[in-house]
């Protein structure tokens, strides 16, 4: 049956793929929240050993990489929901100050040390622009599945974040167009009006916008579910917006999400939650998976490389803490720890400049170590930051002490 | 930013791809709900529309085949969760006989057909098989949406079509094997012993196993949504080991479901509904999609595919009505129609016997017409069989007036 094993192993990979990933991340987030641990830590350190350079069962696949795709994106999402944008649009001023201390810092940071190292000047570059992403993805989880969406601290972290995504969009573009040799500012503040531009303005009128015509369309539909295939409509359309805008997929999955957030049923919340517990661990795992250890060998490396995560850890909490000192102690330490982790995001600007030809396979091995190695430090570390919050009694603390995974509604 | 436009072209290829699929699936649903008609017709025709022979707005890629193929899964997941295993097995011996004259009277027209229309022999045995094939999926959906699943003619034809999904198995490595020109019986035992083991293996001891251990397992776990990760786990399990039996990803997930049928929450169904609401419509419009015209030019070409259209309606209509005629008159003819939709099964087989070499692309596209036809045609005259129906009192009838979508629990 030569002809069914070939069939078995192309028709074998979406079960398979999906089994070993879903599998081990759930699996790993229950040994991690045994031990008091957040289970998101043990989600990402799945696709680490289920990854390559541990067990070797699993290497990055399209099936994987789409299913991440969404998974974030529905992670945002649901994180969207249960956000209203006027509470965000009341921590902006803060939230604008910790994203733009939070870009400076670690860039300048990266930069430096990677310049004393010694390494070419573009790749120096390179290296602190990578420093600069803030991916909101995992502390979005973390708060979620904790409660706390409804604290300062979390509002002023997923304003700065998104701030974080565009201002981050301006520096990668000014870095690229460095490492092409041709500045075009005219190019680069073409790109950052449009990145702003879209991302205040769906921001501002989204909300608005969906409660005045989304019932009209609604009542109007005879289709069960209705109200489901027009969130998940706006979710698509934000998405793709968003990305020809120059921002991420996920700031318009989260812009759609909290343009929903308070004009949808309890119904959409349960159905938008049984799509993101199924595709969140994609993206966790997704990260882990990654990772790639194979030119971290010689001890110049190695301690670049620690001496890199060092100095992004640092850099962002130096940063985002000092933008949101005006806080109070407890909260600027919340929000600091709250940008470090780096993720999905640090990693795209370091496949950026692998691409093209400007950074080196053992740095872009390094950026992509720091970016795990940060998501990885990063819940432990909200989770003590944390502590003394209770947790908020908005929508989402159905059950305050229901950890690891969010409930909405 | 000539680089922000590449990866804008990668990165809006999930987004994009959903967008275009999912609005036009639900918008035409909603048209064709609106006309009376079922709205799995208009999802399906919303591939044709927006697929390479209409507008051009959209062609099959990888994103599209993954969520399809899960759509599709979690289609059949959804479907099992409502079914116990011991009422399909009391319908198991009707079951067997509409599979089987559902089997031998479409394979021997088609192969008929097709040789007295002058193709080569090969050629025409691979008509034959492909007309063997049974798209569960429709049906499923067709009934789950008007509360049917628990009919007896609902039932049959849910264990007719796993039943005829083996026989198909068998059928297809009989007639590859005489493509390729050697035939090893002892080989075709074996796959149909292995296909046959599992299906009966699993149906009959699964739901008792999993009563057993599922409980002890989630007890003691302290994961939040323990119990959906323990049903995905198993879900993704049984599609993989239905891949490595030789049967469809579709017939584990139908098998995990009816093993989880009398063991899980509520709650394990809103979840599934919920990314099964999102996922379907990509199968039902990937079968559109995939709709090939561009052979289907000439006269003789055209008589053809209407006359295999015609054959592939009659004689699973015909073959499946007989075996269910001892169910009386209405119930023979609710699972006779049941029966008619090849769906994505039919298309399989086409490819593989394109890919072997022995099938020309103009019968390719005949049989790949004569799928999306019998797709198409058979929900509007479901919906007439099971007119006089009264929807079930089960766990499904919640809303037993609810057109189009699935509502579980």
Known sequence: MA?????????????????????????????????????????????????????????????LRILSDLGVMFLLFRVGLEVKPAELMKVGGTAFVVALAGVIVPFLMGWGISAAWGQPRIESIFTGAAMVATSVGITAQVLASRGLLQTRAARVILAAAVIDDVLGLIVLALVSSLARGSISYLDIALTAVLALGFTVFVAKFGARTVRRYMPRVQNNMVLAEGQFALAMTLLFALSLLAIYAGVAAIVGAFLAGMALSEAVDRRVCDLTNGVAELLVPFFLAGVGLHLELSNLTDRSTL???????????????????????????????????????????????????????????????????????????????????????????????????????????
Chains 1, 2 share one sequence.
């Not at 795990?372 to 908005?394: D, H, N, Q, W």
């Open 303 to 409: 301690m670049l490389a620690g001496l890199i995560l060092a100095a992004a850890l640092v850099s962002k909490f130096i940063g985002c803490g000092l933008g949101a000192i005006g806080m109070g102690r407890t909260d600027a330490l919340r929000v600091a720890v709250g940008m470090v982790p780096r993720g999905e995001v640090g990693m795209v600007v370091a496949q950026i400049g692998l691409r093209m030809g400007v950074m080196a396979a053992s740095v872009y091995g390094i950026v992509v170590f720091m970016s795990v190695a940060t998501t990885l430090i990063a819940p432990p570390l909200l989770k003590l930051a944390f502590r003394s919050a209770p947790a908020a009694a908005g929508p989402a603390a159905a059950g305050p002490e229901d950890q690891g995974m969010v409930r909405l509604g």
């Open 3 to 63: 002809f069914l094993a070939i069939d078995a192993g192309s028709a074998a990979q979406v079960p398979l793929s999906m089994l070993v990933i879903f599998a081990s991340a759930k699996l790993l987030a229950e040994v991690f929240e045994r031990l008091g641990q957040p289970g998101i830590v043990g989600e990402i350190l799945a696709g680490v050993i289920v990854g390559p350079h541990v067990l070797g069962w699993m290497a990055p696949n399209d099936v």
